[in-house]
């Protein structure tokens, strides 16, 4: 009954279905239908059928068969969408949602019981220096880092590294060959400078 009246806005028809297998006036409102005092105690319930019949698939496809084929409207290919979409390409104003800033490496540690995980603590010209885990460790080791000027992606979401909060994420360049190197953004460049 409840169910019926909620479907009311959406599936009439179906509503109405329901509501005639209960012996409930069809043309009831929502609120009248929800109604405790609607049902008597021990009413009957009517002989229902399926609100949703199964379809026969061997009667839909008789009925394929018997329609007349219709054309296939070619529709205009949109060549640039289509290009979008195979290089994962992103517009320009989702671009500018990312902030890069110009960050300094203060301190580096391995993350204890990894191999490939740095905890970097990064200065970015905030209060206080920000959190980042990066899996650089086979390419740099913690003491060559301290003091060493890099580009962070300021703006995403923390997330957790095995147990370690990263607060960010720096940015490196990597080759087929397993090569990889940080990407430095110059000496001149003081921490939390923004790159545009």
Known sequence: RIIAGNLSPFMPDTSKKILSFLGIDTQLSVQEIKSWELLDDGAKILEAEALF???????????????????????????????????????????????????QIIEAAVVEGTEKLLKLQVDLGEEKNRQVIAGIAKHYKSDELVGRKVVVVSNLKPAKLRGEVSEGMILAASDNNGNLELVSPGDIMTPGSKIS
């Open 53 to 103: 019949p199964r379809l026969d698939s061997e009667k839909l496809a008789a009925t394929d068969k018997a329609a007349p084929a219709k054309k296939k409207e070619k529709k205009p290919v949109n060549k640039i969408s289509t290009v979008k979409s195979e290089n994962n390409l992103v517009s320009f104003d989702d671009f500018l949602k990312t902030e890069l800033k110009v960050g």
